[in-house]
């Protein structure tokens, strides 16, 4: 089974500046993928960016890059140019290749403010 | 192009009482799947269907089924409804292709009350 952590149930960034949320993972797959989910009020859950683990490049999607450490089970997610909109709860994610089920982490409560 | 789309978004049900949610997943996607999710938690699976077939299940009690339709839309049905499954209800749409993999989308999910 695949397990996923988030160590850091809140953050806090001002306006305009760069935050960095962490997720560790563990896995015996060979092949993986993973995922950083948005969830603000509304609760939707709206997908942010997206890595698969055979691929060394890291992800980026605008302002939301991913720093993908295979070796050591880590993906964290850098928000750039923070905006009041980013205000939400981050969740990361991972998906066995032979898989079908997502594995959440507890999540991430990331506070921007003006 | 629409997303997921769930309905009913919000309900409220009494204990002992039978739900059915239902999902519609995005146009050229073949599965879906069910999550719940409580306050203050990450969701957790229930189900994953496929071209009608269920691929896999959570641990989740048989009270909890789901099946898919021809047309790729879905319904999750819980029975005997208890106060603790009082969650959000999130349907998941995927897709998988050579060229860009696995990805999964979700749908705004049905707010379940059980009083």
């Known amino acids: 089974a695949q397990t996923v952590t988030q160590s850091q149930p809140e953050m806090s960034v001002q306006e305009a500046e760069t935050v960095t949320l962490s997720c560790t993972y563990d896995t015996s797959e060979s092949n993986y993928y993973l995922f950083w989910y948005k969830q603000p009020p509304s609760r939707q859950m709206i997908l942010v960016i997206r890595q698969e683990a055979y691929k060394q490049q890291n992800a980026t999607e605008n302002r939301f890059s991913v720093n993908f450490q295979k070796a050591a089970k880590s993906f964290s997610l850098k928000i750039s140019d923070s905006q009041l909109g980013d205000t939400a709860m981050y969740f990361c994610?991972?998906?066995?290749?032979?898989?079908?089920?997502?594995?959440f982490g507890k999540g991430t409560s990331l506070l921007v403010t003006p | 192009d629409a997303g997921v789309t769930q309905s009913p978004t919000h309900l409220i049900k009494t204990r002992g009482q039978q739900v059915t949610l239902r999902c519609s997943p995005i146009s050229g996607h073949k599965s879906v799947s069910w999550y719940q999710q409580v306050l203050g938690q990450g969701p957790q699976f229930i189900f994953q269907?496929?071209?009608?077939?269920?691929?896999g299940r959570g641990n989740f009690p048989d009270r909890f089924s789901a099946r898919q339709f021809p047309n790729y839309s879905s319904e999750l049905n819980v029975n005997a409804l208890l106060l603790g499954d009082s969650a959000l209800y999130l349907c998941a749409s995927s897709f998988w292709d050579t060229s860009s993999g696995n990805t999964i989308y979700f749908g705004e999910g049905s707010w379940l009350t059980v009083v």
């Open positions: 269907y496929y071209e009608k077939e269920e691929r």
């Open positions: 994610a991972s998906l066995s290749n032979s898989g079908y089920a997502l594995n």
